[in-house]
């Protein structure tokens, strides 16, 4: 019912930029959050940077001062904007939404993930 479609992945060398895309659609209520972790090999998925409806943006620490995460809420699409990129950026970046959405007549809350878009920084 849901899906998160990404985009803007690929290859950089070292000091360049990226900027990622995600796109939520379908059986949408309303969206509280939405972020972005990443994944590298052989290591655990971890919390790039989160966008909620309200409150605090959060940056994870190694992305501070590089990394920009933004939103359009009329098109239900999160941006994260990469600068100053450096090897141990790489990984798979995928985006997730905690949002509202209908189910069996029901309305529930779900976080959803979208399939990942590839970030490698060249050194």
């Known amino acids: 019912q849901v899906q998160l479609v990404e985009s803007g992945g690929g290859l950089v060398q070292a000091g360049g930029s990226l900027r990622l895309s995600c796109v939520a659609s379908g059986n949408i209520i309303s969206i509280d959050s939405m972020g972005w972790y990443r994944q590298a090999p052989g290591k655990q998925r971890e919390l790039v940077a989160v966008?909620?409806?309200?409150?605090?943006?959060n940056y994870a620490d190694s992305v501070k001062g590089r990394f920009t995460i933004s939103r359009d809420n009329a098109k239900n699409t999160v941006f994260l904007q990469m600068n100053s990129l450096k090897p141990e950026d790489t990984a798979v970046y995928y985006c997730?939404?905690?949002?509202?959405?209908?189910?069996?007549?029901?309305?529930?809350?779900?976080?959803?993930w979208g399939q990942g878009t590839q970030v490698t920084v060249s050194s």
């Open positions: 997730n939404a905690d949002l509202f959405t209908w189910g069996a007549s029901t309305k529930y809350r779900a976080r959803y």
């Open positions: 966008m909620p409806s309200s409150g605090t943006t």
